[in-house]
């Protein structure tokens, strides 16, 4: 079954300091995404990528983070100058026609900022 | 607006019980339902989804209600089992103001004892 792939699973950084977190999404799929969570709060949309562009971003998503399709395959997020409260679980999904259609999501990758 | 509630918090259930989740919303440019399961570890995958012209749909033992003047919308888990043990998010999203971004709940923990 085609999934979602992200590396690393887990990243510890310090603070200030800048993180790539990276996303294979399934290969047939148009649309991209990131989502956080907070350990132990609920799943926040950070931002979505269609036709090698941001088609919607949350208020969360601020100049701190970009997103980039830099070869055809993967998809990542870079948070610069990372704070405390950017430890959380980073969630990417993808899926084939938008929002109505499943969602596919990674494992996730835990990043804690020390 | 963009606020989805969930209620409860935490359930236990035993085994072959009913497991019963429920969600409200305030944006009534909502119009796709969807819920989530999550594992620890594991990313959100997605379990059923429901748009406001039905009021119920049903997959197997689980079971989406939808009451659109009231705004609810809930999940019933028939037979529950405890493979059923995980977090239940419910979410909704707009194809007509927002169509990349889903809104998800808090989130319910779910326990179900042999």
């Known amino acids: 079954e085609p999934e979602v792939t992200q590396t690393p699973s887990h990243q510890v950084t310090q603070m200030g300091q800048e993180v790539i977190l990276r996303c294979v999404p399934i290969s047939n799929h148009l649309y991209f995404y990131w989502y956080r969570q907070i350990l132990g709060q609920k799943v926040e949309f950070l931002v979505s990528f269609y036709n090698n562009e941001i088609s919607e971003k949350s208020e969360i998503f601020d100049d701190q983070f970009s997103v980039e399709r830099p070869d055809g395959s993967n998809f990542t997020l870079k948070i610069r100058s990372t704070k405390l409260e950017d430890s959380a679980m980073y969630f990417c999904?993808?899926?084939?026609?938008?929002?109505?259609?499943?969602?596919?999501f990674g494992q996730g990758t835990r990043l804690t900022v020390v | 607006q963009q606020q989805v509630k969930q209620s409860p918090q935490s359930l236990i259930v035993q085994k072959g019980g009913i497991s019963i989740i429920n969600c409200a919303y305030e944006?009534?440019?909502?119009?796709?339902f969807p819920w989530y399961q999550q594992f620890p570890g594991k990313g959100p995958a997605l379990l059923i989804a429901?748009?406001?012209?039905?009021s119920e749909k049903k997959e197997g033992r689980f079971t989406i209600s939808f009451n659109k003047s009231a705004k609810q919308f809930s999940l019933h888990i028939m037979d529950s089992q405890p493979g059923d043990s995980a977090t239940y998010f419910c979410a909704a999203s707009s194809m007509k103001t927002s169509y990349d971004k889903v809104i998800f709940g808090p989130g319910t923990s779910l326990s179900v004892i042999p």
């Open positions: 944006n009534t440019a909502f119009d796709y």
């Open positions: 429901i748009r406001p012209d039905v």
């Open positions: 999904a993808s899926s084939t026609l938008g929002v109505d259609t499943e969602a596919f």
